[in-house]
């Protein structure tokens, strides 16, 4: 069974920076994409980024480009999301997402096991 387990998130002023990470477990993810997506309240689940775990080609969403930087760590079956440049726009539950058939998906029902979520707050 793979769980997704996310940390990192918290509160920080406009501008400002946080890495969260995702560790993985259960499976081999060679095979697999994985992703970021965000929910901010009475809104639905939107893609941030994904990467391909074995040949680790990155996608971003429009919105987060040249600020996110989506990575992944072998080793340590870890997925991580280094957020700079913070909006309070970027404010809401951070979601990781894994994808067994390994295509590059922006749509959440495209993923196949999700983690619990930690919550990212930006202040202006």
């Known amino acids: 069974q793979v769980q997704l387990v996310e940390s990192g998130g918290g509160l920080v002023q406009a501008g400002g920076s946080l890495r969260l990470s995702c560790a993985a477990s259960g499976r081999t993810f060679s095979s697999y994409t994985m992703g970021w997506f965000r929910q901010a309240p009475g809104k639905e689940r939107n893609f941030v980024a994904a990467i391909t775990w074995s040949g680790g080609n990155t996608y971003y969403a429009d919105s987060v480009k040249g600020r996110f930087t989506i990575s992944r760590d072998k080793a340590k079956n870890t997925l991580y999301l280094q957020m700079n440049s913070l909006k309070p726009e970027d404010t809401a539950v951070y979601y990781c997402?894994?994808?067994?058939?390994?295509?590059?998906?922006?749509?959440?029902?495209?993923?196949?096991?999700w983690g619990q979520g930690t919550q990212v707050t930006v202040s202006s």
């Open positions: 997402a894994a994808n067994a058939g390994g295509r590059v998906g922006v749509r959440a029902v495209s993923y196949d096991y």
